[in-house]
């Protein structure tokens, strides 16, 4: 457990955001605080938002009067479970498929990887813009489950290649590996091989991956909020202060959209948009963090198996007799 301090501090900080985020009707109030004029004794407007920070709006407040701490508490629940669950859905798909295609069949390999060559060279903002256009909009008769559901598919398929490939290549090598061959020429099954020899090894790769597709999930619907590709839809009541169309704002709070929904605020109200951006970024630099210390010690444990296969095979295969190891026949000391 000593060298995965790191992965654990960094996995309690973000459960635990997620648990205070998913309780937020418990304590939270429903309005986010909402307040969008100040007034006098005398009825006399004397503010209006968006308010800076201060004792009564610790993060201030956007163009709408809400609390942003509130509105980041709220929203921080979607933005990690998209994040982890895109994630996982990656993996396993991606992880299933290039499995199937290094073992079952290899001569597509070559097929696969020049038709998945494609989206290196084409970004993957660029590649969910096009595709997200078709739920951009006000779509009064269509829930918002679907427009989640389809969101969710769209970042999935997005991620998909490069974790075929990942798969693909991890698989290929260790089907080199000696103790895999004797396996097959034993006449082991393919199934057999998986569980027993590829799986140990897999699974550490795979815990590593979710958490870099966590970090390329998060990359990718904050590029997308920018862009007005909000997480859940855009709120069809928009932003106030605004001249008609309305300024469309993200329905779920999550953080992209914050952010997105925010931008122009970068003069008039500059904590809208840092505020979301900096909390951001404390969640990236922790996945990010866990990630480094999964990384160092997958390397770790790859160089001491090699040290000590090395030492092994440098040892003399020929040992030496000493007076222990003389049989004694018919009363007789032979040696050989």
């Known amino acids: 457990?000593?060298?995965?301090?790191?992965?654990?501090?960094?996995?309690?900080?973000?459960?635990?955001?997620?648990?205070?985020?998913?309780?937020?009707?418990c304590y939270g109030p429903k309005d986010f605080n909402h307040k969008v004029l100040i007034t006098n004794k005398q009825g006399d407007v004397i503010g209006r938002a968006p308010f800076p920070p201060s004792e009564q709006h610790l993060l201030g407040t956007d163009r709408n009067g809400e609390d942003m701490h509130w509105l980041l508490l709220y929203g921080a629940k979607f933005t990690l479970m998209t994040a982890i669950g895109v994630a996982l859905i990656r993996v396993l798909f991606g992880g299933a498929l290039g499995f199937f295609i290094s073992i079952w069949v290899p001569y597509l390999k070559s097929y696969v990887q020049d038709l998945f060559i494609i989206f290196r060279y084409i970004p993957s903002v660029l590649l969910g813009l096009i595709l997200m256009i078709p739920i951009v909009g006000d779509f009064n008769d269509v829930p918002?489950?679907?427009?989640?559901?389809?969101q969710i598919i769209i970042l999935v398929f997005i991620g998909i290649p490069s974790v075929t490939m990942f798969t693909s290549d991890i698989t290929g090598e260790l089907l080199k590996t000696t103790f895999v061959q004797s396996s097959f020429l034993m006449g082991a099954g393919k199934l057999h091989i998986i569980r027993r020899q590829l799986w140990p090894h897999i699974r550490s790769y795979g815990i590593l991956f979710v958490v870099q597709q966590?970090?390329?999930?998060?990359?990718?619907?904050?590029?997308?909020?920018l862009f007005g590709m909000f997480l859940g839809g855009r709120s069809r009541a928009g932003i106030m202060g605004y001249d008609e169309p309305p300024k469309p704002a993200t329905l779920s709070n999550e953080w992209a959209g914050l952010i997105g929904q925010n931008f122009n605020e970068f003069l008039r109200a500059p904590w809208t948009i840092f505020t979301p951006i900096l909390a951001y970024f404390i969640v990236i630099v922790v996945v990010n963090m866990i990630k480094k210390e999964l990384e160092q010690n997958l390397t770790g444990r790859e160089a001491l198996k090699w040290n000590r296969k090395r030492k092994n095979i440098s040892q003399d295969p020929i040992k030496r007799l000493t007076s222990s190891d003389l049989q004694f026949v018919d009363g007789r000391n032979v040696e050989r």
């Open 1 to 25: 457990m000593r060298n995965y301090q790191n992965t654990i501090l960094g996995s309690t900080f973000l459960l635990v955001l997620l648990i205070v985020s998913l309780l937020y009707p």
């Open 144 to 150: 918002v489950s679907s427009i989640v559901i389809y």
């Open 214 to 225: 966590i970090i390329s999930t998060l990359h990718i619907t904050m590029q997308l909020g």
